[in-house]
């Protein structure tokens, strides 16, 4: 089964700096996906970023940005120029690559972030 | 146009009562998942169905049985509600077989007094 661990359970950055929130995960398949969602005091569940197993390049979207060392099992979430709004707690997933899942992702315990002005 | 809605956003009942959440998805998705985040938050898996079929289900008490009329709807019914269900449930739909974004509702926070 897989395991998804994030050893941070509370981070916090000044606004305008920069964040990095560690995630790991244990898995031995080849083929898999991995996400980071954001969950503000709304609970809503948000994506933030994903991540294909097979691309080697880091995804980026806007000030945010991964670090994925596939050997290491490391995926880590890079929030540039922190605003007020990057507030939340911040989970990372897994999801496998293979039919028999239907998507199911396993999550990690969270990180909550705290953004200071 | 709300992708994934639920209903009720909140639910406070009593020890040992019946009670359902109603999910809704209009995204076309042909899957559905529950999700339990518990007081610590920790989100874990509960059911998934694909086109109305129960593929996942991950260990839970047979007080809580899913029920999906059609692709669309997902509903989670618990019987005889104890303390330690407390916690905040989440629907979610996606593409069983197709790697694309899992989206979310809003959540269901239960509270069983």
């Known amino acids: 089964a897989q395991t998804v661990t994030q050893s941070q359970p509370e981070m916090s950055v000044q606004e305008a700096e920069t964040v990095t929130l560690s995630c790991t995960y244990d898995t031995s398949e080849s083929d898999y996906y991995l996400f980071w969602y954001k969950q503000p005091p709304s609970r809503q569940m948000i994506l933030v970023i994903r991540?294909?197993?097979?691309?080697?390049q880091n995804a980026t979207e806007n000030r945010f940005s991964v670090n994925f060392q596939k050997a290491a099992k490391s995926f880590s979430l890079k929030i540039s120029d922190s605003q007020l709004g990057d507030a939340a707690m911040y989970f990372c997933a897994y999801r496998s690559g293979g039919g028999t899942s239907y998507g199911k992702l396993t999550f990690g315990q969270g990180t909550i972030l705290t953004v200071h002005p | 146009d709300t992708a994934v809605s639920q209903t009720p956003k909140y639910l406070v009942t009593q020890m040992g009562n019946d009670k359902s959440i109603k999910c809704e998805q209009n995204l076309g998705h042909d899957t559905m998942y529950w999700y339990k985040q518990d007081s610590k938050k920790f989100l874990k898996i509960m059911f998934s169905?694909?086109?109305?079929?129960?593929?996942i289900n991950e260990t839970v008490p047979n007080r809580f049985s899913p029920k999906s009329p059609d692709k669309a709807h997902l509903n989670l019914h618990i019987n005889s509600l104890e303390l330690g269900d407390s916690a905040v449930y989440f629907c979610a739909s996606g593409w069983g077989l197709v790697i694309d974004t899992q989206y979310f509702g809003p959540g269901t926070r239960l509270t069983v007094l």
């Open positions: 169905y694909n086109n109305k079929e129960l593929i």
């Open positions: 991540q294909e197993a097979y691309k080697q």
